[in-house]
């Protein structure tokens, strides 16, 4: 009976530093889904008066903040651990978020997205990671997979906000700083429990602290702690050099070949064009003919439908091989693209039918995006790469989903402007085509397996 009251009590810890660290995740959605609505406010005459270049500014801006937030990240968590990282991000996450509200032009507001960037980025890659570390291995994939739903979560949440915001207070102009205000809530509860959760095991095992990690170990359910800490202390021992090293890491092959997959899988996930959704969805609504109110609500269902999709692709991905579920993911996303575009190119059917169908058509794209593609790559990112190189390689990866983003999100509204809504949907169709051929080329489960276990530091 004992024994089930102290395993209880473990896993209850365990679930609460996870959906402590999930905030990250959350946040992460929450602050690239709130400019989706807030976005056409903001751009209104009388507030900031955004033309499309302007727009697009405004959005990549947070994304050039987080590639400098996902680089610097792991350098940071592996100086001060993982726990310190994660309430300094609580603490960037509100501060410019407020700043972001009080915004008074578009450089003030490109600025302060910015600094709300880095917070984004090292959120993105700590929070993965983190969860991965302090996880036994039988619950690590469904862990690490909370932070993938917490982030199309919180996509929704903001969707939410932003609809009721923005319908029951249209003829506001600044509605918009009450929208983006919002998010500094969830930032504020991540700060406050950030005090209260368990640190990295893994993290004090670099820094030869056996006894706090064998606490934490026990603490957190992981099984034959002295055995793990044994096996730990003896690779630690082995190494000539605790401290990491790009030029030693990048000479071993092994080491590389992860670094280099790694990076394909960040761009995979990025090339897909689902952010372009996400932050400039109900203008993209408005042009299809929806309405600024009901492009508003449109969002709501397309970030429920990601949610359910996100919980039941989540729980298909953990019995599944992960690099088969990554393919056939893509090819769902092609499918899904190439049929939006044909629905904006066709002139056979009505307004009212064309806008139904392309809610339809991109309600699908999203929730198999959010529930296939998007948490099988954070999985993979966050359980392929060594620990001694983890937090490393992990920022790398991470901030080239950001770099890929950036681009993308800033030359959105001028390929929209150039080329149509239709094809620049052809065009994304494509580029899920090529990283299907990326995939095949370089994600091989068995061969990331072996090198993960062979790679020496």
């Known amino acids: 009976m004992q024994n ?29 889904g709130v400019i989706n609505g807030a976005l056409a406010f903001m751009s209104r005459s ?101 932070n993938a739903i917490f982030i199309v979560l919180g996509q929704l949440c903001a969707f939410v906000v932003n609809a009721i915001l ?17 998010a500094a809530v969830p930032s504020v509860i991540l700060w406050i429990n950030s005090f ?13 602290r056996f006894n706090r990690a064998r606490q934490l170990f026990r603490r957190l359910g992981f099984k034959n702690t002295n055995s793990l800490i044994k096996n730990e202390t003896e ?59 009901g492009s508003l609500y449109a969002n709501i269902l397309i970030g429920v ?18 690099h088969r579920i990554l393919i056939i993911g893509l090819i769902g996303n092609v499918v899904f693209l190439a049929l939006l575009g044909a629905i904006m190119k066709s002139t056979m059917f009505s307004q009212t039918v064309t806008n139904a169908l392309v809610l339809i058509a991109l309600t699908l794209f999203l929730a198999n995006h959010q529930g296939i593609v998007s948490p099988v790559t954070w999985l993979l990112l966050a359980e392929m790469f060594p620990g001694k190189v983890k937090a490393q390689f992990m920022s790398v990866a991470t901030a080239t989903t950001w770099i890929t983003n950036f681009f993308i999100s800033l030359i959105y509204p001028q390929l929209i402007a150039w080329l149509g809504t239709a094809v ?13 051929v990326l995939s095949i080329l370089f994600v091989n489960s068995r061969k990331m397996s072996d090198a993960y276990q062979t790679a020496k530091l």
């Open 4 to 32: 089930k009251t102290n395993k209880k009590v473990k896993l209850n810890f365990l679930n609460y530093c996870v959906y402590v660290i999930s905030l990250g995740g959350f946040l992460f959605g929450y602050d690239t």
């Open 166 to 182: 923005g319908n029951t207070w249209s003829d506001w102009g600044p509605i918009w700083r009450v929208m983006v205000l919002s």
């Open 235 to 293: 690779a630690i021992e082995k190494s000539d050099d605790q401290e990491f090293s790009w030029s030693r890491a990048l000479q071993n092959k092994k080491l590389l070949y992860l670094l280099i997959t790694g990076i394909v899988i960040a761009l995979i996930q990025q090339i897909s064009g689902v952010n372009t959704v996400m932050y400039y969805g109900t203008i993209l609504l408005e042009k299809v003919g929806m309405g600024e109110g």
């Open 46 to 146: 009388d507030q900031l008066n955004l033309t499309p270049s302007l727009q697009g500014i405004v959005s990549s801006s947070l994304v050039i903040g987080a590639c400098i937030g996902a680089l610097g990240c792991g350098k940071v968590a592996d100086k001060f651990g993982r726990k310190k990282t994660l309430r300094l991000i609580a603490i960037i996450f509100t501060v410019a978020t407020v700043l972001c509200a009080a915004a008074v032009n578009f450089w003030s507001m490109s600025i302060f997205r910015f600094v709300l960037g880095i917070a984004v980025g090292a959120a993105s890659s700590l929070s993965p990671m983190y969860l991965a570390e302090i996880s036994p291995d039988n619950l690590r994939s469904a862990n690490v997979n909370k």
């Open 196 to 208: 209260h959760i368990s640190g990295s095991p893994q993290w004090l095992l670099f820094k030869r």
């Open 305 to 322: 439908v990601s949610v359910i999709a996100s919980i039941f692709g989540t729980r298909m991905i953990e019995k599944t091989n992960h």
């Open 424 to 436: 620049v949907f052809f065009v994304f169709a494509l580029t899920n085509g090529i990283s299907i």
